[in-house]
């Protein structure tokens, strides 16, 4: 394929990626699949993909912080508690092959998507699980590791174990998403797996998408965050199967 086509399609899915990913997650399997169809390995789309994913959470976490959705300490501690297990499962990424992972990953999102719209308990007691703290570090480990949908399990975790509001939950997942994917980029960057030709397009493609996406989630609430991870669900569980 023309090099500037393949850019141009590139820069759309990051857009796409970087919008769905704020609002629910799975929008990298986008840019992913479009890597894997111009023959990039597995283990380089999902290193190259990484500098996007950082690109947008930077950009939603400070307009979240700007309409003070996040509760900044909160955030870091889960962030931090999340970082170990980002490093283990970045080196494991290095090493292990993914496309066993690809169907584990559907399981896992239909259960996932799934759990976000049954009803929860108003008990105050749920709200703060100190359950989320190890949670947490269980999820940085798949956040490190393939990171595809890593924003529904997040979003679980937060609904179940806090019971917050989407929109909170979407700025907590964005910046516990910055702060875990710091430490994996490094070590994507060290490996030399990145293609910084695509993950540049991409990484920009992510930030506009986020810029708007963040802009969205705030004005528009729980309602089309509800209906974006539902389509999404649907699309990556079926792109996921069919291969």
Known sequence: M??????????????????VNVMAGGGSIVPLGIMCMFGVDATVANATNRPGIFAASLS????F??????????????????IPGSIAGALFALKIDSTVFEKILGVTMLFVAGSLFLPLSKKSSERNSPLIYPVSALIGFYGGFIQLGVGFILMAAFKYLQNLPLVEVNARKMAITLLFTIPALIIFIVSGKIMWSYAIVIAIGNL???H??????IKKGDKIVKVILACMTIVMVVELFRK
Not at 2 to 13: E, N, R, Y
Not at 60 to 63: F, G, K, L, P
Not at 74 to 80: C, K
């Open 208 to 210: 506009l998408g986020a």
């Open 2 to 19: 023309d090099p500037i086509l393949s850019h141009i399609l590139l820069l759309g899915a990051g857009i796409f990626a970087g919008f």
């Open 60 to 63: 939603s976490t400070r307009i």
């Open 212 to 217: 708007i996406s963040a802009k969205i989630a």
């Open 65 to 82: 912080i700007n309409e003070k959705k996040i509760n900044r300490r909160e955030a870091l501690v889960l962030g931090l508690c999340a």
